[in-house]
């Protein structure tokens, strides 16, 4: 080894190769230099400024801190002597947080969990985002489990959110009507886990109801009614017979069965076929309808 002090700086490098293999360089402005001479951030290897910053350049991993023996921090971050937050480790896992404040890398659940500044877990106790400082998207192939206590996590899991639309049309209980016009079907649906709510107006333009008898379905319902449940109707016009009032749905299939109040005493019977049409066998009628059911 060998030392040059033939200029302002101080270097320690391998015995007579002084200029090309320099291992230590305190350079004329104070900042001390490993493995390079110059205080360059594209050139490899350590400086420590005169103001104290360290900066690092390699090609690969630049900083390695081992804890022995026991669990607990790694490094600590401070600001004017009080700490603000830390790196720790904990059971073979990585934790990176400040106070009570949180996250662990469990590599052996393949999970981020919350926990504390020492790796433990706290359970539902930390916010993700804020009312001023929201989050934008969030993209799951899974879904979202609320509450970890009764029930099993499948009845807590909300997996499915979806928007569309579908066709509601009139059907006979029994046979198929001759024929149908429609002059509007305009109807949406929201499906959230396994609720679904539908609402639009179905009104025909003609209708021949021969070959069809019973009772009138609305049918085409974009999901099965899996427990029977009441329908909401709005404004209904139009109809050359008993006029609908209520209906329901269920047995798993994707039909409304209509309703209208036969006796004075509140009791309902089912709508018939007839009621659609006149004498002339046409008609022009229409329902504004709402329904929410439980699908399958």
Request: charge should be negative; include cysteine; hydrophobic fraction near 35%.
């Amino acid at each position: 080894m060998g030392l040059d002090r033939s200029s302002s700086s101080f270097v320690i490098a391998e015995s007579g190769t002084l200029d090309s293999n320099q291992r230590l360089v305190i350079d004329d402005s104070g900042n001390l230099l490993v493995g390079k001479t110059v205080d360059n951030n594209g050139v490899a290897g350590t400086a420590i400024s005169n103001i104290g910053a360290v900066k690092v350049t390699r090609t690969d991993w630049s900083l390695l801190l081992n804890r022995l023996t026991t669990d607990g921090e790694l490094a600590l971050f401070q600001k004017d002597g009080t700490t603000v937050g830390s790196i720790g480790t904990t059971g073979g896992d990585m934790y990176v947080g400040t106070g009570d404040c949180a996250i662990r890398f469990s590599d052996g659940g393949d999970q981020i969990r919350v926990c504390t500044n020492s790796g433990s877990n706290r359970d539902g106790a930390i916010d993700l985002g804020f009312t001023d400082s929201r989050f934008k998207d969030l993209y799951l192939s899974g879904g979202v489990v609320f509450g970890t206590t009764g029930g099993s996590v499948s009845s807590k899991t909300l997996d499915d959110y979806e928007e569309g639309t579908w066709t509601p049309v009139y059907a006979p209980s029994t046979g198929s009507f001759a024929s149908i016009t429609m002059d509007a079907q305009e109807a949406v649906y929201t499906k959230v886990g396994r609720m679904v709510t539908v609402s639009g107006i179905i009104r025909t333009d003609d209708i021949d109801v021969t070959g069809g008898s019973g009772a009138v379905l609305i049918s085409g319902l974009p999901f099965p009614v899996s427990h029977w449940s009441a329908i909401s109707l709005g404004r209904v016009q139009g109809f050359g017979g008993d006029m609908p009032d209520s209906g329901y749905g269920g047995g798993n299939a994707y039909n409304i069965n209509l309703y209208y109040r036969a006796t004075s005493n509140g009791a309902t019977a089912a709508l018939n076929v007839t009621d659609l049409a006149d004498g002339a066998g046409d008609n022009s009628n229409y329902i504004f309808l709402e329904y929410t059911y439980q699908t399958t």
